[in-house]
């Protein structure tokens, strides 16, 4: 089955979150994310294990640090984000999943792999490829244009293309944990008056 998906017949998160059901490990390749991207995948991420790859921006900065910080701005005060954070932290410390950011030339792919048993044994799967991203507006507010496709031929390629890019990144989960952290960690009086001085 092949399928075009732009976030105005059919969101992209309900695709995902319907195929995702009965996959066994997922896949993700991102340039970008934030946390209320995680928050419309959640149910179909559940507890399996993940390989996320973000993507890298033609600069040295890495762009989806930006991302989520115009995101924490945004919802400062909003304690059901907050809890989001917190779970989104959880969530990817987990020794399930894993985390790179690539290496070397820009990579702006985006892709969203659903295999069983796993992407180095495809016997049925799920993927797509198109110009979503990670985040609540390429998985659901976005005019998008992606392609769904369950074609076990397709979805061996696809795989074998994201573990290609897996390999020749480089681990970024303690960095991508230790910047989330940073906005959910407590601190003293004293701290915060150090820190403005």
């Not at 490990?25 to 993940?50: C, T």
């Not at 033609?58 to 059901?80: A, C, G, H």
Request: charged residues 30%.
């Amino acid at each position: 089955m092949t399928k075009i998906i732009d976030n105005f017949n059919e969101k992209l998160y309900y695709a995902l979150c319907n195929e995702f059901l009965d996959k066994d490990e997922i896949a993700i390749a991102s340039a970008y994310f934030n946390i209320k991207g995680y928050g419309s995948l959640r149910a179909g991420l559940a507890d399996k294990p993940l390989l996320f790859l973000l993507g890298r921006e033609p600069t040295e900065s890495i762009k989806w640090e930006e991302e989520v910080l115009r995101e924490l701005e945004e919802n400062e005060d909003d304690l059901k984000y907050f809890r989001l954070l917190q779970d989104v932290i959880a969530y990817f410390s987990d020794t399930k999943r894993q985390i790179r950011i690539a290496k070397g030339p820009f990579f702006h792919g985006k892709a969203y792999i659903g295999s069983s048993p796993s992407l180095r044994e495809v016997k049925n799967g799920v993927g797509v490829v198109g110009s979503s991203n990670f985040t609540y507006g390429g998985l659901v507010s976005n005019r998008e244009l992606n392609m769904l496709n369950t074609d076990r031929e397709a979805i061996i390629d696809l795989s074998n293309w994201f573990l290609e890019q897996w390999n020749k990144s480089e681990d970024f989960k303690e960095n991508f944990i230790s910047f989330l952290k940073n906005y959910v960690t407590t601190r003293s009086p004293y701290e915060v008056i150090a820190k403005a001085l």
